[in-house]
């Protein structure tokens, strides 16, 4: 049943444009997180939150920003993309584990 | 930096044969392991975790156990099936209070008839 919900599911755009994913989580959990998925299937962390505050920041291009409404909603904003950010973009609620959402695939070009 | 090593990028088994993918971990947190699975075109999904020494964990057949005098969390299973063809990703949380996450580079797993 899936308790974590992401739009859109594809998208496909040019260089230098803007994009923004949402995700909502119903599970009830204080903290999620985005994570980059790439084309050899590595899973990297980009950002956590807890409760709305920025927990966890890796190192990524300032070109990528988060923003939190609530505790239930984490979105990710690009400016300007590169061919580069090409991939799956994960969202994920948490109380230990890590329950995942669909997904969105972006596509560069 | 904590760290995740999966040895295996690709394993290949018949149907019925036994499989350990291979996990070790590096942190100087107290860790927490997990074993996510990925099957094609789907979300990563929780197939094991453990925080306890030497106790072993279990789900829909899989097993493992947290080592921590050897760091290690290898995922086993006794007989595989062919729906068990996925992507199995070992993660360890630790550093910053629990929240940051880290993923191994994943072994993918073939089951053929």
């Known amino acids: 049943e899936t308790a974590v919900f992401q739009t859109p599911n594809y998208h496909v755009t040019q260089v230098g444009n803007e994009v923004s994913f949402n995700c909502k989580q119903t599970?009830?959990?204080?903290?999620m997180y985005w994570y980059k998925q790439d084309s050899k299937k590595l899973l990297k962390i980009m950002f956590s939150?807890?409760?709305?505050?920025?927990?966890v920041n890796e190192t990524v291009p300032r070109r990528f920003s988060p923003q939190s409404s609530d505790k239930a909603h984490l979105n990710l904003r690009i400016k300007s993309v590169e061919p580069e950010d090409s991939a799956v973009y994960l969202c994920?609620?948490?109380?230990?584990?890590?329950?995942f959402g669909p997904g969105t695939r972006l596509t560069v070009l | 930096g904590d760290s995740v090593t999966q040895t295996e990028g690709l394993v290949t088994l018949t149907k019925g044969l036994p499989v350990m993918l291979n996990c070790t971990y590096q942190?100087?947190?107290?860790?927490?392991l997990f074993w996510y699975v990925q099957h094609l075109n789907e979300a990563p999904k929780l197939l094991l975790k453990?925080?306890?020494?030497?106790k072993r964990t279990e789900h829909q057949g899989f097993y493992a156990t947290l080592h921590k005098s050897s760091s290690s969390f290898h995922l086993q299973k006794s007989s595989v099936q062919l729906s068990d063809s996925a992507l199995y990703f070992c993660?360890?949380?630790?550093?910053?209070?629990?929240?940051?996450?880290?993923f191994g580079s994943g072994t993918r797993l073939l089951v053929s008839p």
């Open positions: 994920a609620s948490s109380s230990y584990e890590q329950y």
């Open positions: 599970l009830g959990h204080d903290t």
């Open positions: 939150y807890n409760n709305k505050q920025l927990i």
């Open positions: 942190t100087t947190y107290s860790p927490f």
């Open positions: 453990s925080s306890t020494d030497n």
């Open positions: 993660a360890l949380s630790g550093g910053a209070g629990g929240y940051k996450v880290v």
